[in-house]
């Protein structure tokens, strides 16, 4: 999947370069100001949540009194000894626009009463509308002034941030500026839009290639017994960065101790006095594409080193050691002094180093790479070199020099637990907790990609991840629908396993324990070549469906066609379904394909037909047969359909 896993991280890479290192250390608490102001994302153009008490909440001076209007309405609160002040105002219907001001401080104008929707996820949730089909009509649709967004920066941080670290951009819907929303959220809603006739403000959050892990709290996280280790290690990397980036680096030289003989005796390649003067040089590009003919089939050890010049002003201002993407596996060190390693091929890697690591002249960076399945080393045309405050990036000096060790292939290091896009609790951290606590009318989810192959976990993540949000956002009943995996990769020949149809039934299971939960299939809408289908309009069209029936209250069915159960009738097998709107029905055929007869794990394709609510397979009713699965594949191939164009879902049921 690594090369997946790359176009997905491609998404992301030039915000996170642009940011710094998405390690720093989490921010204090907001800093104490005379002036009153609110939190970061209440902003210019923003919506906030109608009929429920609205909380507001900002920084101030120590202790003071504070008195905040919006509109009409008013409400005061006392700042704390920190400056942090509270305040809620009464429920309001939808309307606006309005002035929200705290009195003697800031004042925001073009605010808005209606429904405020969050959308998280990984990079089909981000995935812009630009990008998208279709999206030469919405570029072109008129403004629409009473539906808005903002996009939370791609933000990781160690421990909870208080706030945002700038103000929020709100945005109103137009041609100008719909092009870089989330195209999933935008497309939900704009059909709510339609539909619900209130204003709407949704906030986009999302990283591309994040696990499910990454957006839980640490709290919640921390219930987990396997995770608790993880999440202690993360919470010291915040209060000393330092200390845990030791511990990991110690972590990872007992792993090579145990897997390379020479790991001990090649240590010295690391120092910065080390004469690597009989070294060979090779080009920054990956290995097996350097020419060299040892290496062109190589996947293994190697060694890199390279060099960086500095003047004194520039060791001053020495921020960001920028390496770009590296196949596979690396440990850094910058003269002598380990400064990180990374474990995702596609993962662009960029460390801070401790003050003093830097010095006037030459400066060593050496690597210890495990790699080569994805070209090995140093892939892709990316800048190299140490990147200034300023923003500025001072190169590598001439070649790499590089030592080739032992062939060794199929492990795998585990990464830092702070490590994005594997890391636990981060973006939470930095992109959910710092608006904690404004008002939520849904909230959407498009992931699971980057948690392919782990659905014994995923299920119970899925249900934290849930729980965790609706206590982060105070609204204990707050609707959550969630983008079932759609199809990719390889079309199955034959029955088989299938690590991304486990985390879809994953999915629907989390789903369908959760009364305010609802599931989108999206099976019909994929694209078996491009881990990023474009169309997007479906897949919001159908989240907005869920949202009508479950956040609104409006008649109407949960979901399309999902499985009942399935029983024995003569010599067939009969499979009940639910939640059917006119039938089921099959599209360019007499018989629905992709049902499979299971006698343990031997499972064949079975005929299947449609009839009414229920999909009849004649014959299957085999000795031995236990279950039934449908879709099962990560790419299935499907025509199984409800009256109002809704797919069945896919789904693994035993026999009754």
């Not at 892990?213 to 219930?223: D, F, G, M």
């Not at 590009?285 to 050890?301: D, I, M, Q, R, T």
């Not at 210890?368 to 045309?381: E, F, I, M, P």
């Not at 904690?436 to 014994?456: D, I, R």
């Amino acid at each position: 999947m690594s090369a997946n896993k790359a176009m997905e991280g491609m998404m992301a890479t030039w915000r996170v370069l642009m940011a710094g290192s998405a390690m720093a250390l989490a921010a204090p608490a907001m800093a104490q100001e005379a002036t009153p102001r609110f939190a970061h994302i209440f902003a210019d153009h923003a919506v906030l949540q109608r009929d429920r008490p609205i909380a507001v909440w900002g920084q101030g001076a120590p202790n003071a009194a504070v008195t905040v209007r919006l509109g009409q309405q008013s409400a005061t609160a006392t700042a704390d000894a920190q400056g942090r002040w509270r305040a809620t105002l009464p429920a309001q219907a939808a309307g606006g626009p309005y002035t929200l001001a705290v009195e003697g401080g800031q004042t925001l104008s073009d605010i808005m009463v209606g429904d405020v929707f969050l959308c998280g996820g990984q990079s089909n949730m981000e995935f812009m509308v630009k990008q998208s089909t279709n999206a030469w009509g919405a570029l072109q649709t008129p403004a629409d002034p009473d539906l808005r967004y903002a996009t939370i920066p791609d933000t990781s941080r160690a421990r909870p941030l208080a706030d945002l670290e700038a103000p929020a951009k709100w945005q109103r819907v137009g041609p100008e500026t719909v092009g870089d929303a989330s195209a999933v959220c935008y497309y939900m809603a704009r059909s709510l839009r339609q539909s619900e006739k209130v204003p709407i403000g949704f906030i986009n959050s999302e990283w591309g290639g994040t696990r499910i892990e990454s957006w839980i709290s640490p709290t919640s996280l921390a219930t987990l017994s396997r995770l608790k280790d993880g999440i202690a290690a993360v919470d010291l990397y915040g209060r000393d960065p330092a200390k845990a980036l030791a511990q990991d680096g110690a972590r990872r030289e007992a792993w090579w101790k145990a897997h390379d003989p020479a790991a001990a005796r090649q240590a010295a390649f690391r120092r910065a006095d080390f004469d690597d003067g009989k070294w060979a040089t090779i080009p920054t590009s990956a290995w097996k594409e350097a020419g060299v003919p040892a290496l062109a089939a190589f996947e293994g050890v190697m060694w890199l080193r390279g060099t960086i010049d500095l003047t004194a002003e520039q060791v001053a201002a020495a921020k960001t050691l920028q390496l770009g993407p590296i196949d596979q596996y690396e440990e850094t060190w910058v003269n002598g002094r380990y400064v990180g390693g990374g474990s995702v091929n596609w993962a662009w890697r960029h460390y801070d180093a401790p003050a003093g690591t830097w010095k006037v002249g030459r400066n060593v960076v050496a690597m210890r790479v495990l790699g080569g399945a994805n070209g090995g080393g140093l892939t892709g045309a990316a800048p190299r070199g140490l990147e200034l405050a300023d923003g500025t990036l001072v190169p590598f000096a001439g070649p790499w020099r590089y030592q080739q060790g032992r062939a060794l292939s199929g492990e795998k290091i585990a990464p830092a637990p702070w490590d994005v896009p594997n890391s636990l609790a981060t973006l939470h951290n930095g992109m959910i907790a710092p608006f904690a606590g404004y008002g939520l009318k849904l909230a959407a989810w498009y992931q699971g990609e980057s948690n392919a192959g782990e659905a014994s976990t995923y299920r119970e993540l899925m249900t934290l991840l849930m729980a965790d949000w609706r206590r982060t956002f105070a609204a204990p009943e707050l609707p959550f629908f969630v983008v079932q995996l759609t199809s990719y990769g390889k079309p199955s020949t034959a029955p088989l396993q299938s690590g991304w149809a486990e985390l879809r039934e994953a999915q629907a299971q989390a789903v369908a324990q959760d009364a305010h939960a609802g599931l989108a299939v999206t099976l019909d809408v994929g694209d078996r070549f491009d881990i990023h289908p474009t169309q997007k309009t479906v897949v919001g069209e159908r989240l907005a469906r869920l949202a009508r029936v479950i956040a609104y209250g409006q008649p109407g069915l949960r979901s399309g066609p999902e499985v009942a159960g399935v029983s024995r009738s003569g010599s067939d097998l009969v499979v009940r379904y639910r939640n059917v709107t006119g039938g089921l029905h099959t599209y360019s055929a007499g018989q629905a394909i992709g049902f499979e007869a299971c006698a343990a794990d031997a499972c064949r394709y079975v005929p299947a037909e449609a009839r009414g609510d229920t999909v009849v397979l004649p014959g299957a009713n085999a000795a031995g047969v236990t279950k039934v699965r449908y879709a099962w594949s990560d790419a299935p191939f499907t025509n199984l359909f409800d009256g109002a164009d809704l797919p069945a879902a896919p789904f693994e049921r035993a026999v009754e």
